[in-house]
């Protein structure tokens, strides 16, 4: 997917003052945020199930090399084919090799983030094969040209309008406006495709180790039908998704869509295990596997590890005041919200996303929902750390650091200034005590006053007490 | 005990009445409290930057100037946060700071908390009558656990109600230099603030923080909104003398 992530402060500005797409975001925040925090009272103990969870994934990180042989052995002995993609660029070349060994014309999508990463859809039909994405607000968003704003719920950001509209002029049907009408027709539209496919693309929320089998968890039945209609199922996802056992599984299925979604469960949860047997009626006749790295790898043993961990919920991001107020078109790749403030520039570069590490309050509420306790804060603040060694932030904001961080560390200088600083400010706002304006704060001062200082500093008052 | 007080930089500039609001509280509580003379900030504002060499040269300052007190009591989730949470991450490896950061660590407390759970203050000097409604910061709320704390406090004031506002966790926007950096996200947070404190229905809004403080009485005030006073946990506590 083309970054666009270098204008998150324009992106922003414009998204703040879309309407329409703030009644979305208030809307999706009510769901998201108030069932989540019902649905994890269903479990005993949620904190003990975090501790698991995490326990779990960094198992797995820890001796990553060792589960992917292992997946890779037990997949290959039911049949399926695994394939290593080091870039997005290989998985793209991967899956058209796939399309043009089986003589596909047409696949079909079940949602896939890491093919959002390598823009597939548009390799694919670079190489004359037919995309049709089945999930619905993939769908939606196909039918429109647009990226997903939201990992789980991509077209988040539409409203039930926007969808009227746009079935009425693609699908060239009489406007529909009731939500069950508007689904009704998206399926007629797609089962047709289900059918003629040659080919059905999913992703994989896990990988189960031990079976060889990948996982998808969905709600609207299209993932199933991608994965065992068509000859041919490939599925692409990252190398950190594996999972040891099933009995893992059962951890982390407790904690995945009830941080996603507040469901206690998913209306499906698919395990795909190799491909059809000469006995069984359903399934691929082919099965394909592309295990993705693309940037996964160069986290291992370093500060950034812990994001390995992520199983991809949307918690972090339903749960940020600042996604939640700008949506997540303004950050610009594939993963919006505190998760992608860490992996936009650690997958796309530390330099094409500066603002994104810093788009943070660190108000901590995305680290504290996190079902695998990913510290993103933390992790956000290491690549600010990262982009000041790297030279990389403006020079007049490493000025003013360097200025404070001086003055600060000699208390007289310090205290000369206050001195100044708190009578100017004092004297200049008057006697409404606040502060419209200041030279260089119109950062702060265009949507705010300046509570002004009281005038003397509470080390001078103190030595005068 | 002797309790250090450390200021904070912004009550310093900002507003020393809290500074000797604060004061007021740990000598109600029968501490003895010293104000070293040469504190000045924690170093969030660089750490939170990237910039971990000024961090780490604050953090030894404050521990030199904080030496021989049992406790130190920031009026301040924010950077009682950073003293407490993450000085120790500062000097990781290096031993020898880490073992007199930490402890300096474990002895700060931020001044609600201390006063309930530490020093246990029975009687509040302060008095307030009407409704009030409190904002959770934070950096005390969710790195320190501060959140019965005030509320224990405010409570042992007869005639103070608390009404809670909506989402009285969420953040104020405010987040340091993130509301200069990207300021029109920042009043958009400060603004779903002030329009929730002002349907809680009280005249005034508490809170422990005086950079949420600024951000939240700078919007209310741009809103138009002159009436609803934006009053610090340990103004009221402390009460007119304190001021």
């Known amino acids: 997917m083309q970054i666009t992530s270098m204008h998150f402060k324009a992106r922003a500005r414009e998204k703040l003052?879309?309407?329409?797409?703030?009644?979305?975001?208030?809307?999706?925040?009510?769901?998201?945020?108030?069932?989540?925090?019902?649905?994890?009272?269903?479990?005993?103990?949620?904190?003990?199930?975090?501790?698991?969870?995490?326990?779990?994934?960094?198992?797995?990180?820890?001796?990553?090399?060792?589960?992917?042989?292992?997946?890779?052995?037990?997949?290959?002995?039911?049949?399926?084919?695994?394939?290593?993609?080091?870039?997005?660029?290989?998985?793209?070349?991967?899956?058209?090799?796939?399309?043009?060994?089986?003589?596909?014309?047409?696949?079909v999508k079940s949602k896939s983030m890491v093919s959002e990463e390598c823009a597939l859809n548009e390799a694919l039909e670079a190489a004359g094969i037919e995309v049709v994405e089945t999930d619905l607000g993939e769908y939606i968003l196909q039918l429109a040209h647009e990226p997903p704003s939201h990992i789980v719920a991509p077209v988040v950001h539409k409203t039930k309008d926007d969808v009227s509209d746009l079935f009425e002029q693609k699908h060239k049907k009489p406007r529909k406006t009731g939500i069950p009408e508007l689904c009704r027709e998206a399926r007629e539209m797609l089962r047709p495709h289900f059918l003629s496919a040659d080919m059905g693309i999913s992703g994989a929320n896990f990988l189960i180790a031990e079976t060889g089998s990948t996982l998808i968890v969905t709600n609207e039945g299209n993932g199933r039908l991608v994965t065992t209609m068509p000859r041919v199922h490939v599925a692409i996802t990252g190398i950190e998704?594996?999972?040891?056992?099933?009995?893992?599984?059962?951890?982390?299925?407790?904690?995945?869509?009830?941080?996603?979604?507040?469901?206690?469960?998913?209306?499906?949860?698919?395990?795909?295990?190799?491909?059809?047997?000469?006995?069984?009626?359903?399934?691929?006749?082919?099965?394909?596997?592309?295990?993705?790295?693309?940037?996964?790898?160069?986290?291992?043993?370093?500060?950034?590890?812990?994001m390995l961990r992520c199983i991809r919920c949307g918690a972090c991001m339903n749960h940020c005041p600042v996604y939640q107020n700008v949506g997540g078109h303004a950050y610009g790749w594939v993963y919006p919200g505190p998760m992608g403030s860490v992996l936009t520039p650690l997958y796309a570069g530390l330099q094409n996303a500066l603002d994104l590490p810093h788009a943070s309050t660190f108000?901590?509420?995305?680290?504290?929902v996190c079902p695998v306790k990913i510290p993103l804060p933390d992790l956000m603040r290491n690549l600010r750390e990262q982009q000041t060694e790297q030279?990389?932030?403006?020079?007049?904001?490493?000025?003013?650091?360097?200025?404070?961080a001086w003055a600060a560390l000699h208390h007289g200088i310090y205290a000369a200034i206050t001195f100044i600083a708190a009578r100017i400010l004092n004297g200049v706002a008057g006697g409404e005590?606040?502060?419209?304006?200041?030279?260089?704060?119109?950062?702060?001062?265009?949507?705010?006053?300046?509570?002004?200082?009281?005038?003397?500093?509470?080390?001078?008052?103190?030595?005068?007490? | 005990m002797r309790v250090g007080l450390f200021v904070t930089c912004l009550v310093d500039l900002m507003r020393p009445r809290i500074g000797f609001a604060a004061l007021r509280l740990l000598e109600a509580a029968g501490c003895e409290v010293i104000v070293p003379g040469t504190q000045t900030c924690c170093g969030q504002p660089g750490y939170n930057s990237g910039d971990r060499s000024s961090a780490k040269a604050l953090a030894l300052k404050v521990l030199r100037e904080f030496d021989g007190c049992d406790y130190?009591?920031?009026?301040?989730?924010?950077?009682?946060?950073?003293?407490?949470?993450?000085?120790?991450?500062?000097?990781?490896?290096?031993?020898?700071?880490?073992?007199?950061?930490?402890?300096?660590?474990q002895r700060t407390y931020e001044l609600t908390d201390f006063l309930v759970n530490v020093a246990k203050l029975q009687n509040v000097p302060g008095s307030f009558h009407g409704s009030i409604t409190y904002h959770d910061s934070c950096s005390g709320l969710r790195e320190l656990g501060v959140k019965n704390q005030p509320r224990q406090l405010l409570a042992k004031i007869p005639g103070l109600q608390?009404?809670?506002?909506?989402?009285?966790?969420?953040?104020?926007?405010?987040?340091?230099?993130?509301?200069?950096?990207?300021?029109?996200?920042?009043?958009?947070?400060?603004?779903?603030?002030?329009?929730?404190?002002?349907?809680?229905?009280?005249?005034?809004?508490?809170?422990?923080?005086?950079?949420?403080?600024?951000?939240?009485?700078?919007r209310l005030r741009r809103r138009g909104d002159n009436k609803t006073s934006v009053l610090h946990v340990a103004e009221i506590l402390a009460g007119e003398e304190g001021t």
């Open chain 1, 241 to 306: 998704k594996v999972v040891p056992t099933l009995e893992d599984i059962a951890t982390l299925l407790r904690l995945l869509p009830r941080s996603a979604t507040g469901q206690s469960i998913t209306n499906y949860v698919s395990i795909n295990t190799g491909v059809k047997s000469r006995d069984e009626s359903d399934g691929p006749e082919n099965f394909h596997i592309v295990l993705v790295d693309a940037g996964r790898s160069k986290l291992l043993g370093g500060a950034m590890q812990p």
């Open chain 2, 162 to 218: 608390l009404k809670e506002m909506q989402d009285c966790e969420t953040c104020c926007g405010f987040g340091g230099t993130f509301s200069v950096k990207f300021g029109d996200i920042s009043t958009r947070m400060a603004d779903n603030k002030c329009s929730a404190i002002q349907a809680s229905g009280a005249p005034a809004v508490v809170l422990g923080d005086l950079g949420c403080m600024l951000n939240i009485e700078g």
């Open chain 1, 433 to 465: 005590k606040l502060l419209h304006y200041f030279p260089g704060g119109h950062g702060w001062t265009d949507g705010r006053d300046l509570p002004a200082p009281e005038g003397r500093t509470f080390r001078e008052l103190y030595r005068e007490r």
């Open chain 2, 72 to 105: 130190v009591v920031a009026p301040s989730g924010s950077c009682t946060g950073m003293m407490r949470e993450h000085y120790p991450r500062l000097f990781q490896d290096e031993p020898q700071q880490l073992e007199k950061i930490s402890e300096l660590a």
């Open chain 1, 17 to 107: 003052r879309d309407t329409q797409l703030q009644q979305a975001l208030a809307k999706a925040q009510g769901k998201f945020v108030y069932t989540r925090a019902d649905a994890i009272l269903e479990l005993e103990n949620f904190e003990a199930h975090r501790d698991a969870a995490a326990g779990i994934r960094d198992r797995v990180i820890r001796d990553l090399d060792l589960y992917l042989e292992q997946f890779e052995k037990n997949a290959a002995a039911r049949g399926a084919v695994v394939h290593w993609a080091e870039t997005a660029q290989d998985v793209n070349r991967i899956v058209c090799e796939i399309a043009d060994l089986h003589g596909v014309r047409k696949a």
């Open chain 1, 391 to 404: 030279g990389l932030r403006p020079g007049q904001e490493r000025l003013a650091l360097k200025i404070w």
């Open chain 1, 363 to 368: 108000c901590g509420k995305c680290a504290v």
